[in-house]
């Protein structure tokens, strides 16, 4: 019985789906834990990413800010230096209404030699007849002498004020040296500013990083991509004009060498780009709702210096027009601009005796350079004039000169005002201001060495100077009214055979240049310029110094940011406990101690394993590895052609492609671009973001 037994069970086969099953199991659970842990890691590789991206975005919003934070700050040099404008042109007006008062005075002295103190032995006996023998004449001399007495009285008040008060010394020392130190604070901040940001981008944001993810601690890829992005940052300023984040150094106190002008020089291009864009922002004042013209640094003619009312217009357009008839002519200038090194230089500005090497630049179409670039100048001085000049009649009136209307070529010291305007015309040098001075202003740079680096001021001179200041030379005025300043020079009317039997003696202002000292000008202030070119083609080749302009290329030199991030398997598993704390391990799913399934059915035994510790990158670096590029790029809205710059705050960040970056990183750039045809695809599978 229990033979039968035993043997019917044998023939059963209803258990072998069993050991079926349990294989089935055993595969079926391994499917799931190995889709778990794939998931696990895939979500491990998404966090890591977008921990990566969010680094390389905040590095790139730094520089963004930091850039923009540049621009408001050289837009506020730029104000600065039009505010120091404004005052040069304030100053040079006030002196010029001084002159043109003392002029007009002079001229009613040239026509009425009785006027005040009668010169010469001629007119010491004849006015006294004139006045009170002479009947009618008398009364009308009387009369005259009186007003024109009374106007220079009026004239000796306003001198006296003017030279007790002294505004050329307050204004030409203080006030505007003052707006100098405030770029120097402005380049300050901004040079902090860069150093903060530089700090920050080359510890790749570590507290961006950490508040994504507390595992991540990869030293490594962080320090390689922190010193990569921290150098193309570096490379984006332009060393010459304010140092960069590698190499600060730059005293904000001490300008830009003013003797660097040719186009070669790259602090010449520097300075180029800051003074051309103050000198086509010259408003100081608002029109709208003021007196204070809006053209009054680049035109002040009487017309624009006027505040007429609108119903006056007809009378402002005249007065701002050259008025030039047989009978009489008048005209009135005046400009104010940053002006390049030796335009002009002392020597230029104080000549008297040869009115050709004379140099008044504000107008002048060529700078000095060669070869002429035009009115690039370059802010190593500035300069102000008000010129203007008066004439009655024709110059020449047959045989005789008409004393009161002189030519181009004639003294300046004889004539009301500066009638120059036009002379050295010849050939194509056609500079038809280069030899008015009368009134300026020319602050000068330390470089150009005039008198306690204070520059020129073309000025009435008196017998003494104001008093406080100490000039290095007066130009002393002679005749009977040089208690207010008026020269008078001895014209000859007629000339035969070289001898002048008759004179007559011109009274003018005396203008005249003084090296006084009261007006300094270093030149542009440190600031922070954009380089569009690379002083290398990328970080780790070598520096290029070449003095020629830079190229273009690499994304016209707009940084890039890195975050190259690595998670080891300790790391992704949560093993210090550190991510999310009490929350606890995020161990994967394990099917024993070792993570290890081995399977032996032949002499090779095939292992599974759980864990990816495995997971290598260019077999060196164990866990997950990622790679993630930042921008910071240049767009003005609607206009993608501009080209970048640290003058308009218009610096975004973003994400970028990888692939498109690599140029930026070292060597990779170069051999991708070498690989042979059928091999290029290959990279952008790749490097890809």
């Given at each position: 019985m229990?033979?039968?037994?035993?043997?019917?069970?044998?023939r059963?086969q209803?258990?072998?789906?069993?050991?079926?099953?349990a294989?089935?199991?055993?595969?079926?659970?391994i499917?799931?834990?190995?889709?778990?842990?794939l998931?696990?890691?895939?979500h491990?590789?998404v966090?890591?990413?977008?921990?990566a991206?969010?680094?390389?975005?905040?590095?790139?919003?730094?520089?963004?800010?930091?850039f923009n934070?540049?621009?408001?700050?050289?837009?506020t040099?730029?104000?600065?230096?039009?505010?120091?404008m404004?005052?040069?042109?304030?100053?040079?007006?006030?002196?010029?209404a001084?002159?043109?008062?003392?002029?007009?005075?002079?001229?009613?002295k040239?026509?009425?030699p009785?006027?005040?103190?009668?010169?010469?032995?001629f007119?010491?006996?004849?006015?006294?007849?004139?006045?009170?023998?002479?009947?009618?004449?008398?009364?009308i001399l009387k009369?005259?002498?009186?007003?024109?007495?009374?106007?220079?009285?009026?004239?000796?008040?306003?001198?006296?004020?003017?030279?007790?008060a002294?505004?050329?010394k307050?204004?030409?020392?203080?006030?505007?040296?003052?707006?100098?130190?405030?770029n120097?604070?402005?380049?300050?901040?901004?040079?902090?500013?860069?150093?903060?940001t530089?700090s920050?981008v080359?510890?790749?944001?570590?507290?961006?990083?950490?508040?994504?993810?507390?595992?991540?601690?990869?030293?490594?890829?962080?320090?390689?991509?922190?010193?990569?992005?921290?150098?193309?940052?570096d490379?984006?300023?332009?060393?010459?004009?304010?140092?960069?984040?590698?190499?600060?150094?730059?005293?904000?106190?001490?300008?830009?060498?003013?003797?660097?002008?040719?186009?070669?020089?790259?602090?010449?291009?520097?300075?180029?780009?800051?003074?051309?864009?103050?000198?086509a922002?010259?408003?100081?004042?608002?029109?709208?709702?003021?007196?204070?013209p809006?053209?009054?640094?680049t035109?002040?003619?009487?017309?624009?210096?006027?505040?007429?009312?609108?119903?006056?217009g007809?009378?402002?357009d005249?007065l701002s027009?050259?008025?030039?008839?047989?009978?009489?002519?008048?005209?009135?200038?005046g400009?104010?601009?940053?002006l390049?090194?030796?335009?002009?230089?002392?020597?230029?500005?104080?000549?008297?005796?040869d009115?050709?090497?004379?140099?008044?630049?504000?107008?002048?179409?060529?700078?000095?350079?060669?070869p002429?670039?035009?009115?690039?100048?370059?802010?190593?001085?500035?300069?102000?004039?008000?010129?203007?000049?008066?004439?009655?009649?024709p110059?020449?009136?047959?045989?005789f000169?008409?004393?009161?209307?002189?030519?181009?070529?004639?003294?300046?010291?004889?004539?009301?005002?500066?009638?120059?305007?036009?002379?050295?015309?010849?050939?194509?040098?056609?500079?038809?201001?280069?030899?008015?001075?009368?009134?300026?202003i020319?602050?000068?740079n330390?470089?150009?060495?005039s008198?306690?680096?204070?520059?020129?001021?073309?000025?009435?001179?008196?017998?003494?100077?104001?008093?406080?200041?100490s000039?290095?030379?007066?130009?002393k005025?002679?005749?009977?009214?040089?208690?207010?300043?008026?020269?008078?020079s001895?014209?000859?009317?007629v000339?035969?055979?070289?001898?002048?039997p008759?004179?007559?003696?011109?009274?003018?202002?005396n203008?005249?240049p003084a090296?006084?000292g009261?007006?300094?000008?270093?030149?542009?202030?440190?600031?922070?310029?954009?380089e569009?070119?690379?002083y290398?083609?990328t970080?780790?080749?070598?520096?290029?110094?070449?003095?020629?302009?830079?190229?273009?290329?690499h994304?016209?030199?707009?940084?890039?940011?890195?975050a190259?991030?690595?998670k080891t398997?300790?790391?992704?598993?949560?093993?210090?406990?550190?991510?999310?704390?009490?929350?606890?391990?995020?161990?994967?799913?394990?099917?024993?101690?070792?993570?290890?399934?081995?399977?032996?059915?032949?002499?090779?035994?095939?292992?599974?394993?759980?864990?990816?510790?495995?997971?290598?990158?260019?077999?060196?670096?164990?866990?997950?590895?990622?790679?993630?590029?930042?921008?910071?790029?240049?767009?003005?809205?609607?206009?993608?052609?501009?080209?970048?710059?640290?003058?308009?705050?218009y610096?975004?960040?973003?994400?970028?492609?990888?692939?498109?970056?690599?140029?930026s990183?070292?060597?990779v750039?170069?051999?991708?671009d070498?690989?042979?045809?059928p091999?290029k695809?290959?990279?952008p599978?790749?490097?890809?973001?």
């Amino acid at each position: 019985m229990f033979t039968r037994v035993l043997r019917q069970s044998f023939r059963r086969q209803e258990g072998q789906a069993l050991v079926m099953a349990a294989l089935l199991v055993l595969l079926m659970s391994i499917a799931v834990l190995t889709t778990v842990n794939l998931g696990h890691t895939i979500h491990e590789r998404v966090r890591l990413q977008n921990t990566a991206d969010a680094a390389a975005y905040s590095m790139a919003a730094m520089e963004a800010r930091a850039f923009n934070f540049y621009a408001y700050a050289n837009r506020t040099q730029v104000s600065h230096y039009v505010s120091a404008m404004m005052w040069q042109s304030l100053l040079s007006l006030i002196y010029f209404a001084e002159a043109f008062v003392t002029d007009i005075y002079g001229f009613m002295k040239t026509l009425d030699p009785c006027a005040g103190d009668a010169d010469g032995p001629f007119w010491k006996v004849a006015c006294p007849i004139l006045e009170n023998v002479v009947p009618y004449v008398s009364q009308i001399l009387k009369a005259i002498d009186k007003f024109i007495g009374i106007f220079k009285n009026l004239i000796k008040a306003f001198q006296t004020v003017l030279r007790t008060a002294n505004p050329d010394k307050w204004i030409g020392r203080g006030v505007i040296p003052a707006h100098q130190l405030l770029n120097s604070a402005m380049f300050m901040a901004s040079q902090a500013v860069m150093l903060s940001t530089v700090s920050h981008v080359g510890q790749t944001t570590d507290s961006v990083i950490y508040d994504n993810d507390k595992n991540v601690d990869s030293k490594l890829g962080q320090f390689a991509s922190g010193a990569l992005s921290a150098c193309l940052f570096d490379q984006a300023h332009f060393r010459e004009a304010g140092g960069s984040p590698l190499a600060p150094g730059v005293n904000p106190l001490t300008p830009i060498d003013p003797l660097k002008k040719k186009h070669t020089d790259k602090e010449a291009r520097a300075k180029r780009s800051m003074a051309g864009i103050a000198n086509a922002t010259r408003y100081a004042c608002d029109a709208e709702g003021g007196i204070c013209p809006e053209g009054f640094i680049t035109s002040r003619k009487l017309g624009d210096l006027i505040p007429l009312p609108d119903g006056l217009g007809p009378i402002r357009d005249l007065l701002s027009k050259d008025i030039d008839t047989p009978v009489f002519s008048f005209a009135k200038y005046g400009q104010t601009r940053l002006l390049t090194a030796n335009n002009p230089g002392v020597a230029k500005a104080t000549e008297v005796n040869d009115s050709s090497k004379a140099r008044n630049t504000i107008r002048d179409w060529n700078d000095g350079i060669e070869p002429t670039l035009g009115r690039l100048a370059q802010g190593d001085n500035l300069g102000s004039d008000d010129l203007y000049w008066i004439k009655f009649g024709p110059s020449n009136l047959g045989p005789f000169r008409n004393p009161l209307a002189c030519k181009k070529e004639d003294n300046p010291r004889e004539c009301w005002g500066d009638p120059r305007k036009g002379y050295g015309e010849a050939g194509s040098n056609k500079l038809t201001f280069k030899t008015t001075m009368k009134t300026s202003i020319w602050a000068m740079n330390a470089k150009e060495n005039s008198y306690n680096d204070g520059g020129v001021h073309w000025r009435i001179h008196h017998n003494t100077q104001p008093v406080g200041d100490s000039w290095r030379k007066v130009y002393k005025p002679s005749g009977s009214e040089a208690d207010v300043g008026v020269h008078r020079s001895k014209v000859c009317v007629v000339k035969i055979l070289g001898f002048c039997p008759v004179e007559m003696s011109v009274y003018t202002a005396n203008v005249m240049p003084a090296e006084d000292g009261n007006h300094p000008w270093k030149g542009i202030t440190p600031f922070m310029h954009f380089e569009p070119g690379q002083y290398g083609d990328t970080c780790g080749s070598a520096v290029n110094n070449d003095a020629a302009a830079s190229r273009y290329k690499h994304d016209f030199n707009q940084p890039s940011t890195w975050a190259i991030l690595n998670k080891t398997a300790d790391q992704l598993t949560n093993a210090g406990h550190t991510d999310h704390e009490g929350t606890g391990s995020n161990d994967i799913a394990l099917l024993n101690q070792d993570g290890k399934v081995k399977w032996k059915f032949s002499n090779s035994t095939p292992t599974l394993e759980m864990k990816n510790n495995r997971m290598k990158f260019l077999s060196a670096i164990e866990g997950l590895n990622v790679v993630s590029r930042g921008q910071t790029y240049y767009h003005r809205p609607g206009n993608w052609a501009e080209q970048p710059n640290f003058f308009n705050p218009y610096w975004r960040p973003r994400l970028a492609s990888v692939y498109q970056g690599r140029h930026s990183l070292p060597f990779v750039g170069d051999v991708v671009d070498r690989l042979p045809g059928p091999l290029k695809n290959i990279p952008p599978k790749i490097i890809t973001h």
